[in-house]
């Protein structure tokens, strides 16, 4: 990732603020000075936050989460589109939809049935309805895809936000702080940048000064991915089938010889009980002999008496 310089700051005019009389008090820390009515930023300043937070940033994309990029000023929509688009993030450069956080199941459904009318221009009943109804799901499909295009693909709430003029985007910040999820934002001399979680001052008008700052968070989104991608190879060439052999022949010797005491008690209880059952049951001849001698010896007696 290449590291902002200040000369690039300077040739894109992200230096320039407003006028001393639109400034917010807050902005204070990051203004050099003021010339011909007009506050001037502090560069080194942007740079040190800019860097951080690009740190930021890569670690959220390096975590393989989404990014929201917001940006409706006419000035940013076109860079933001273009240079986004290869990292593969969301963004809204149209009007932002109110609730998009907030409600995110009612944007869901929205996404839902603009793929269900994709799914319907693509069969073939779509052309044995009438013109009238086929230019009506027509422009209700263009609608939906200028205003939720992007984020056709955003199955679930983003990790973070990225803002152009937070003045403008109120709303999207609003719902974001509401839902505490991380803001970056460029700030100009006329926002308050304590509502954003890392604020990059520098100018949020001019066309160049955004592709600068915009094409920084980008590198820095592509390097995490990049690092995302190398960790998910390192573990399967680390993992290797022989190693683990060893391990199983090890634990198997272990637990027989564990196994044998007990394995050793029970045959020794199952011979005890069987010398138990020969020494209590008494052998057949013995059995018949001992109940016929009394036997005999009653009849005998019977006899003489009844003599």
């Not at 940006?71 to 076109?78: E, M, Y």
């Not at 993030?89 to 049935?113: H, S, Y």
């Not at 939906?144 to 937070?166: C, E, H, M």
């Not at 089938?241 to 634990?251: F, R, V």
Request: a positive charge.
């Amino acid at each position: 990732m290449s590291e902002l310089k200040f000369e690039e700051l300077l040739d894109a005019g992200c230096h320039f603020g407003h006028l001393k009389r639109k400034w917010n008090p807050k902005m204070a820390p990051y203004i050099f000075k003021e010339h011909n009515g007009i506050h001037v930023i502090d560069l080194q300043k942007t740079i040190a936050k800019a860097d951080e937070a690009a740190a930021a940033i890569k670690q959220i994309a390096k975590s393989g989460k989404k990014v929201l990029f917001v940006a409706t000023k006419k000035q940013a929509k076109d860079i933001v589109a273009e240079t986004v688009k290869p990292v593969d993030m969301p963004f809204v450069t149209e009007r932002w939809p109110g609730g998009m956080l907030t409600n995110f199941a009612t944007i869901r459904k929205a996404v839902k049935k603009m793929n269900s009318l994709d799914q319907l221009m693509a069969s073939k009943e779509f052309n044995n309805i009438s013109k009238r109804e086929r230019l009506q799901v027509q422009r209700e499909r263009a609608k939906l895809d200028k205003n939720l295009g992007s984020i056709a693909d955003l199955n679930r709430l983003p990790a973070a936000l990225f803002v152009v003029d937070i003045n403008k985007e109120h709303i999207a910040v609003a719902e974001a702080r509401r839902l505490n999820i991380p803001t970056f934002a460029l700030v100009d001399t006329n926002c308050n940048p304590d509502l954003v979680d890392f604020p990059i001052p520098a100018n949020d008008d001019a066309s160049k000064s955004i592709a600068v700052i915009l094409r920084y968070m980008v590198e820095a989104i592509q390097e995490g991915l990049n690092e995302r991608a190398m960790s998910k190879e390192a573990p399967v060439e680390e993992n290797a089938p022989e190693e683990e052999a060893p391990k199983a022949n090890d634990e198997e010797p272990a637990e027989e010889e564990a196994k044998a005491p007990v394995k050793k008690a029970k045959a020794e209880s199952k011979v005890k009980k069987v010398k138990d059952v020969a020494e209590a049951k008494p052998a057949e001849g013995e059995a018949e002999a001992k109940p016929k001698r009394p036997r005999k010896t009653v009849k005998k007696t019977t006899e003489e008496n009844k003599e």
